[in-house]
């Protein structure tokens, strides 16, 4: 009885071991081929396809309660300077270790500026003042990083943060957007700005004077915009959208 306990424990373990990667490996496959017209019921184009296969095998790891804190500050020759503070914490659902480096990046036009990113765990560390780097391949996008660090599996119990300040410069009335560089589950907007100024954002799930919250998740790429104006003039030029 022993005897067949014992063998029954080696055939549980190996299986373990060899069967998990081989069904992994068999889930990579069937995303790569059509499996799409069986579950939908019709086709959809391979860009699709391969858009929907690397977001289930590419996300490692993912960002929750992002705040964001944003301040207007009017400048001269009818500009206006937005300082950000953002915080989030980085979760890994894997089970196993994962990389990650805070990223931003700018358009030329924004004049961003950079003051501190920071990173919480096991070993801290706060930048101060990065310097900003314009890509090579990218001209007119500059881009700043933090550093490099090891993410361990969310049920190791271990809590990983991030917090970045910087600032841009834009017109008096105009429109600001935050792009999200990682999947990001619920975010809190809140502004602040002088009393002659009309803020909005998209509608949130919670919202009060200056104050979004969004409980949706918001995939990579996706965006949220800021939108002010001079209460006396709400006139403007729409934009389209394709």
């Not at 590419?58 to 500009?79: A, H, M, N, S």
């Not at 917090?163 to 009335?173: G, R």
């Not at 995939?219 to 939108?227: D, K, S």
Request: glycine letters at 6%; a neutral charge; proline letters at 6%.
């Amino acid at each position: 009885m022993a005897h067949s306990f014992g063998e029954a424990l080696i055939i549980a373990g190996t299986l373990a071991v060899c069967v998990d990667p081989f069904l992994k490996t068999s889930f990579a496959r069937e995303l790569g081929r059509n499996t799409f017209h069986h579950l939908l019921g019709y086709d959809l184009p391979e860009q699709i396809r391969d858009r929907l296969k690397n977001i289930a095998l590419g996300t490692r790891v993912y960002r929750k309660d992002l705040t964001i804190g944003c301040r207007f500050e009017p400048q001269t020759e009818q500009r206006m300077r937005l300082y950000f503070e953002i915080s989030f914490e980085i979760i890994n659902p894997s089970n196993d270790d994962e990389r990650y480096k805070p990223y931003l990046a700018f358009e030329r036009a924004m004049n961003g500026k950079m003051e501190e990113i920071a990173f919480f765990g096991e070993k801290n560390y706060t930048i101060t003042a990065p310097k900003l780097k314009e890509k090579v391949d990218e001209p007119g996008i500059f881009e700043v990083f933090g550093y490099d660090r090891t993410i361990k599996p969310q049920k190791s119990g271990n809590r990983y943060r991030v917090y970045l300040k910087y600032s841009v410069v834009t017109p008096e009335e105009f429109y600001h957007v935050i792009a999200f560089a990682a999947p990001t589950i619920g975010v809190t907007l809140c502004v602040e700005g002088p009393p002659w100024l009309e803020i909005q954002a998209p509608p949130g799930d919670r919202q009060l004077e200056g104050r979004w919250e969004y409980s949706r998740l918001f995939m990579t790429e996706q965006h949220l915009n800021i939108r002010w104006w001079k209460k006396e003039s709400r006139e403007s030029t729409p934009d389209t959208t394709i």
